[in-house]
């Protein structure tokens, strides 16, 4: 049976940690000897976890439909900080977040021997790769289009590459504000929120007469939401589905990101393969002395 890990608990964790009882990654073997391998994973409807079961071969066709083959025993949190705070108190711990959120919390394992960073992405030597999409509706407003119009213009590619994220225009044009006004609710991804809201900070500065607030939830409710009308831009960090554009929602690509797999600083782990990775998180391999021997 899964676990399920929340911001609560983390905080709860953390406060344990603070007061010196009952660390788990104090006591754990940082990847080595027998220790067991604490495999987290992201929540149904996470674009991240769409994203890396595609990338890593984890879904399967059984019968015509695809099948998440995350092992049971995954704990699973609920969003990309819970997940790094998650990681950073299990030594023994192995998960995956997007690589602009990446921090000196945890530590990125080296990928089939390239470095998860920016420069790999784009040379392509880092393979493990995923779109950052807006997800637009039939019927945007204009202060909507602004915003997008603002995010793909240079001033937007900028502040994305600027936050580590790798931009998808580099010859747009400058950002010339229209006479639109009103508020845009944006709502999605945990994983595209960060820079979503670096976004907004700019945007706010550049064009006073529109509001724009940011929602954290997940890609399928990103999605979901958009086409239900509560948010008037969605955010999702996977592809969307046939069976989501089928009702009336359309996705534009404003970055790409890549897969950043995490373990614990402690671990004596820097590199696995792509097979490896698959083993681990289908529960074909649990424990880190079948990885390091």
């Known amino acids: 049976m899964k676990k399920f890990i929340s ?25 080595s000897s027998d ?9 149904d409807g996470s674009g991240t976890r769409g994203a890396f079961i595609e990338l890593f071969g984890i879904e399967e066709e059984e019968n015509g439909e695809k099948v998440d083959k995350t092992t049971d025993e995954a704990s699973i949190t609920n969003s990309t900080s819970v997940m790094m705070s998650s990681v950073a108190n299990d030594a023994n711990a192995i998960g995956y977040i997007s690589l602009g959120s990446l921090n000196d919390t ?28 807006i997800v637009l509706g039939k019927k945007t407003s204009d202060a909507a289009n ?43 991804s945990s994983s595209v929120s960060p820079v979503m809201e670096k976004l907004v900070e700019a945007y706010s500065k550049a064009n006073t007469n529109i509001q724009v607030d940011v929602q954290t939830t997940d ?10 009308g509560s948010y008037d831009i969605g955010m999702a960090s996977r592809d969307l589905k046939d069976d ?19 373990v614990n600083n402690e671990s004596s782990v820097d590199e696995l393969s792509t097979d490896q990775v698959k083993s681990i998180f289908t529960g074909e391999t649990t ?6 021997k």
């Open 106 to 133: 945890v530590k990125a394992v080296k990928i089939d021997g390239a470095e998860a960073s920016v420069d790999n992405v784009k040379n392509g030597s880092y393979k493990v790769v995923r779109p950052f999409n």
């Open 146 to 188: 602004d915003f997008v119009n603002y995010i793909m213009s240079a001033d937007g590619q900028k502040i994305i590459e600027d936050n580590g994220y790798i931009p998808v225009d580099e010859g747009a044009s400058a950002y010339q504000a229209s006479n639109a006004k009103g508020k845009v609710v944006v709502g999605g």
């Open 287 to 292: 424990s880190w002395s079948d990885i390091t």
């Open 7 to 31: 911001f609560a608990l983390i905080a709860a964790m953390a406060v344990t940690t603070l007061v010196g009882c009952g660390n788990k990654g104090a006591k754990a073997d940082g990847g």
């Open 35 to 43: 220790a067991a391998i604490t495999v987290m994973s992201r929540e």
């Open 219 to 228: 890609s399928t409710t990103g999605v979901s939401s958009t086409v239900e």
């Open 244 to 262: 989501e554009t089928a009702q009336g929602v359309e996705g534009k690509t404003i970055a790409k990101d890549g897969i950043a797999v995490i």
